[in-house]
């Protein structure tokens, strides 16, 4: 699977996880050169808090578009490591 935003793939890996519908991927396959950290948190009453990086590609920004669970609760245990897309980001195969 691969997700791309602004023609660029952020991220690709044969070991996704599906959950609620999205694919998960592993962390490292996530490229750091186009995220950036950010201080939006949300809260998923069976997953746990969710915290967000913010997509930089080709001087564009996409505020948020990647998240994770850095602490997921028990029942969210088969994403702890991985991230997850949205706001335009395309999941492909």
């Not at 070991?15 to 490292?28: A, I, K, L, S």
């Not at 590609?57 to 990647?66: E, F, H, I, R, S």
């Amino acid at each position: 699977m691969k997700a791309i935003w602004n023609e660029i793939i952020v991220a690709e890996s044969d070991d996704t996880v599906v959950v609620d519908g999205n694919h998960y991927f592993p962390r490292e396959s996530l490229s750091d050169e186009f995220i950036e950290e950010s201080s939006t948190t949300s809260v998923c009453s069976w997953k746990g808090t969710a915290n967000y990086f913010t997509l930089r590609v080709n001087g564009k920004t996409n505020p948020d578009a990647v998240w994770y669970y850095a602490e997921p609760k028990e029942e969210a245990q088969q994403i702890a490591g991985r991230v997850a897309f949205w706001r335009g980001v395309q999941i492909v195969e």
